[in-house]
DNA sequence: CTCAGTGCAAACGATTTGCAGGGCC
DNA sequence: GGCCCTGCAAATCGTTTGCACTGAG
């Protein structure tokens, strides 16, 4: 969906990266795609599973997200929500709630910026890792 | 302001450090923190700069951000707010609106995480950016 | 004196990149 | 057949860490 396919190759590596991360709900990081990947393509190389989600996040048909922790972290859903993530397990999950279009109105009128978009992240801790405490 | 304060040293690189951090509104990463304070202290190392930030963040006298991009950040001022980062230069400014504390809320129905906190970073580009486009 | 803290340099982990060869269009 | 894309390995960048020494308490 978007402006630049002009010349993109739907190389066997690319269908399987987006298949793969569609495929899950789990926001993984590359390294993990590279993984899961390599189930289907073991010859795949760790730069091509970078290159590849790079682009497919330029596109905008997949997300990258910034949700803090060491590693960046990818996402096969583009519809608009959240994300929470467990501060003991690091595990991140979805929020579906509506967008707070509020918040950009006011942060429009407090600050001179021309807002594009805003992101909220929840932290906290799951289900798995709460009896641990 | 915390728990363990038990034998921490008041020594010059960690009073320096912080005096700078409170000093700039700036968001500095490491490495800029660590420029500023080699004006004072020559001699300091960037270790001692990452674990000074590190052990301040940790007894919540300074906040670490985890606004995206490359590098982490430092807020000197640990009042709540929220940030807006530029898209086009990564500049990162505060933004003082009331927390929206419905969100925690319709988060926690819809999902099974103890939730802890919440984050909002905004997105935009600042005034210094917007004539170039 | 003692031990937390330091400077320095080497180690590390995530990501990027250069290059030569390979295969989609 | 051109050139986008790949695999591979080396390079890069931010950050962390091991170690012997220093200085705050």
Redesign the pocket.
């Known amino acids: 969906m978007n402006e630049l396919d002009n ?8 269908q399987v990266i987006l298949e793969e991360l569609k495929k899950v709900k789990s926001h993984p ?3 993990e795609v590279y993984d899961m990947v390599r189930k289907r ?1 073991p ?6 599973v ?3 989600l ?1 682009l497919l996040a330029e596109k905008g048909i997949i997300n990258k997200l910034e949700v803090g922790g ?3 972290r990818f996402d096969g859903d583009t519809s608009p929500h959240y994300h929470i993530r467990c501060v003991k397990c690091n595990q991140v999950e979805d929020i579906f709630i509506e967008r707070a279009k509020g918040l950009e109105k006011s942060a429009a009128s407090s600050c001179k910026y021309k807002i594009l978009d805003h992101h909220v992240q929840f932290s906290g801790i799951c289900c798995k890792c709460l009896p641990e405490t």
């Not at 010349?7 to 690319?14: A, F, H, I, P």
């Not at 010859?43 to 091509?48: A, S, V, Y």
């Open positions: 010349n993109m190759r739907l190389t066997s590596q690319r990081t590359a390294n393509l010859r795949i190389g760790l730069g091509t970078y290159r590849n790079d060491e590693q960046k």
